[in-house]
């Protein structure tokens, strides 16, 4: 164990300073949450996204209480485009509208964000199902929130690049993810659109799976034609959408028929839990399809998520034997530390991005494990959600990157353990070390 | 020639059970087809996707045998999706509706698949017509599945990678690849996401280029109002789709004005099959456009692909050079096997992936192999596709990526010879070599 | 400054054969227009793109001077297509039409291309705020194609490559890139798939951030439902659309909001002009959001575009400490020459490809060149669009893609230092130098 004199000196400095830094800050912003919440402060966005655990004032310099038909008085003409949503609603319509106060207050000087419970006071049933997600952990619609804060990058990275993942994840801390404000239009959610605002992309390119699959092929040929307004039961579509499988009824319960986990996990579909969510699969399914033929689907799925990780242990073993090797340069002393893990500056010890979880795996790792974690993270994921989705083609083809991605891996491994004891002197190090990234957030947080 | 103890014990086994292997199995299977149809066998998949070559009885434990209406009374409420879909189809209008029978049979224990041949009972000159692209060779569709089942590579890899293949390539066997059962609509079909279905991705990005074109922006702005009902004749589309161009009044022979053969090959626009050819695309256009600028178009499409082979001809060279040095890795000798290459192993000599056609090119090659592979059958048919299509922004871009993935491969030629003598030493292989994938191909078939 | 026999005697030859060369073509087509204008030559496409500066008539076998209906009478036959477009455009509506002659003139002989000029005579004011765009400099639509024809690479790079820019650039030099001929629908111009014809994929990937904001999303749920008739006005649409924000009440003068640049050059917000330019912004997204809400989001894309430039800064660094050292490969004497740069074969110099300017660097540089060019050009705009469209999930993806492809560079930059001596003396070269590739281009032009 060695470290240098200007690490004694800094980190004294940071043990005396460390409490003011975290509770002495006065401004409006609130301590952060989860873990790591001594280590960040919100910033004003956070209360736009998580009202209830940021609670933001939208404190104005017009006062008075106004009721009803008072507000929209002056929003007719001032935010125009908001008052013609609401009047397009369903609030708008009856002897009894849902009026701007009872989602934002009366008292123009205190009005507030609506959080989940706010719309539960009028749709308890959908906030219950909602919430009935948590019991099958993460994944989950209803942990989403908990889980982004949870996360060390979240804590550590600067808010301009991390705040962003509040806009996907807020699902679980506002209802207008999906029924977009001010017409919270059920009709519109019901569209595979609104699910692929946050399902596309890499990890879960659920948008590219399905719209390559013949049940999205067929919506996006006829999908503008058919009457959204009905409810998503049995026969009121010609395909499935996203909505129609993982929502059928218009149960926001969207967690109980999920096994496999966005494919990051290997599971077994053997166990009895599984087998329960696989059978109301079978259910769902069955409005179109014989149950043999949907029995075979899933057998061609478990092997093809079989195939994945044959592919993903041949990989992780080629790193971890480097690692033994002290060849998964940089080692971990050499490593940005987080702000969190200041003690493991005069400790180090091996903590390898994503074999130690996925919190870290974005940022603070090396190149060869940032291959392995694209590899498993981004193509794997997408194998897994073309052959899920019914889009083959898409499963194949990412199978085919998930072998070309593990040869550039064994042939850099090869490299770095050729060269393996130069580069260990060498000056190959990851980027922002010495917290000069940290560093730049704690100024701009 | 060496070859270890192990291997000749190992070779000895193999072929005494060679033969009871290929034929022992006696499961409800079928020995698979083509040149290498004798190292795999058929999964219960293999009917639905080609219900001629692999027919599929879907018994069932229902008895009996039924006729017109019969059918629908227990499957309105079975599978209520697909008896709407007949519903709305042209099957069930008229005075002598086409019931279920006629394409599934009528005792329920014998049910079985419609191949193109049951459809083309009532629809004789569409199918004439697809067949008739058989005479100009590959790519076609008439001759996708017998393509897809002669490759290496689908012989031996995991069957749940390559069955996808079959998604695609069933557009020879069964006719709902365009006219999605039970509706086989005309309408539908006419859309291009009929054809992007399975024309989307590489090696044909006939999608993205089509839809970055000024035609398919234009499709993507009005097309949605268009009358889909009207035939694909002239003047009847403001602008021309996928099928507008390809299959114009309706013709099922799409490969009558095909030259470029995806742009994989290189080919002489000016033989007189293709001037024959060319002159009927000339046709096809001058329905908006002047004869003048079509050929200029067409020029310019000649000298992007002159430029295009130019490019992969600089690169093709450096490999074979590296080749002939022996530094092309892996060699010969330390490749995986396919099944049926099992005399390799005693004769090994130098098959090179690429170089020696297309079949073995997704899985049994080295890194540079590799990156030619991506260059030749990515990037290059990017290039074509964007410029055929009249998305000029996607040929430049692809041209750009060509410039670059040729400087990467000049790169790292140039470091497999600086390194060479080590590297032959060292363990850069292939995943999966020694038959290891292949027996576990072998394990889950 | 060492030269070669063989670099003498060419020299001398093309010292001879230059005036020849570029002034001795006889041919229909028109020398080149711009700073490297001397060295090339139009081809009759560019005629088509650009009809102002390389006129080209459209010389026809029928004679005649042709008026009002007379052109239909043939075309409505020969060119269907076109004849139905301009029947359902406004052109032909009312007592006066605008008939054929009015654009393409009467002398059935001499007909000709029409441009923005051709149109202005109507719309004047439309014309007037394109042209006011010029004084903001580029980017620019006004002065898109003056642009293009400025950059090296355009002039020497193969003409079927590069004419392609001419497909989006030639938005300066006539008016159908938005209004659809023959049709030259405001309808159509209004939707953002007219924008996205040429604002997709990188470098401004306005499409992806657009559709995969809040906003996008509706529209892609319910904009096929919208009266595209009305004009760009306060409230006319339910969310905004490229148009309803950048062109709102249809002011054709775009640039006067845009402060960023593309995201591809740094600039300081805070500057006089630009806070002008911001508060503009303001005023528009006030339509449906609170001002203070906008003034954050305007606070986070500042603090996103630093968060970019400081990583960009990080590893320009690295590129220019290992120029300085000599090993950004190839070295100047090493590199291809443009066409106008013959001088340089007697006198290199180090050019590098960005850190001069952007003209060069599609073509004329080395491997680790190349890999910041990518990073600058293509994964720091994707992060900045995504950040300003609202897609905040896309920023910080690329957000992660710019650390991922920084550590590559630091990698690589280590490996080639460390390799720094053996490597000059190898054969690393890009391809296509000693004008190779630009002779193929003389050849071809």
Not at 56 to 69: D, I, L, N
Not at 345 to 359: H, S, Y
Not at 367 to 376: M, S
Request: some cysteine.
């Amino acid at each position: 164990m060695r470290f240098s004199h200007r690490q004694v000196v800094i980190g004294f400095c940071l043990l005396l300073v460390w409490p003011m830094w975290v509770w002495g800050d006065s401004s409006a912003s609130f301590r952060g949450t989860g873990e790591y919440g001594g280590s960040w402060r919100s910033d004003p966005m956070h209360g736009y996204w998580d009202p209830l655990t940021y609670p933001r004032p939208e404190s104005s310099k017009v006062k008075g209480v106004f009721q009803g038909e008072e507000c929209l008085e002056c929003h007719a003409t001032l935010t125009p485009g908001i008052v013609q949503d609401w009047r397009a609603s369903r609030h708008a319509q009856g002897s009894h509208p849902v009026f701007c106060p009872s989602c934002h207050g009366q008292d123009h000087e205190k009005l507030f964000f609506p959080t989940p419970e706010t719309c539960g006071r009028c749709h308890p049933q959908r906030l219950e199902q909602v919430e009935d997600e948590k019991r099958y952990g993460f994944p989950s619609h209803a942990l989403a929130m908990e889980r982004v804060v949870d996360s060390k990058h979240f804590a550590d990275k600067p808010k301009a690049e991390v705040a962003a993942c509040l806009q996907c994840h807020s699902v679980a801390t506002k209802c207008d993810s999906c029924h977009t404000r001010h017409r919270f239009s059920a009709a519109e959610a019901r569209r595979p659109e609104a699910c692929v605002t946050c399902h596309s992309g890499p990890p879960h390119p659920d948008d590219t799976s399905y719209f390559a699959s013949p049940h999205g092929v067929r919506y996006l040929k006829e999908g503008n034609g058919w009457d959204w307004s009905k409810p998503l039961r049995r026969g009121n579509y010609p395909v499935p959408t996203c909505a129609g499988c993982h929502m059928k009824d218009g149960n926001h319960q969207v967690a109980d028929k999920a096994l496999w986990k966005f494919g990051i996990r290997e599971i077994n579909p053997e166990t009895a839990e599984n087998r329960i969510k696989r059978n109301r699969w079978v259910k769902v399914c069955g409005d179109c399809h014989p149950s043999k033929v949907i029995n075979e689907f899933f057998h061609t799925l478990d092997e093809e998520r079989g195939s994945a990780w044959k592919k993903l242990y041949t990989v992780e073993k080629i790193l971890k034997n480097l690692r033994s090797d002290g060849l998964l340069l940089p080692n971990a002393a050499d490593r940005p530390l987080y702000p969190m893990d200041w003690l493991a500056r005069w400790f180090p010890k091996e903590r390898i991005g994503f074999l130690e979880g996925q919190a870290s795996a974005f940022y603070n790792v090396g190149a060869l494990e940032r291959d392995y974690f694209d590899l498993w993270y981004f193509t794997n994921t997408g194998a897994y959600k073309g052959m899920a989705h019914g889009a083959k083609k898409m499963a194949t083809r990412f199978h085919g990157r998930m072998v070309e991605e593990s040869h550039a891996i064994v042939v850099e491994a090869d490299r770095v353990r050729t060269l393996g004891k130069r580069a260990k002197k060498s000056d190959i190090k990851p980027l922002w070390t010495e917290g000069e990234y940290t560093r730049y957030n704690r100024d701009h947080n």
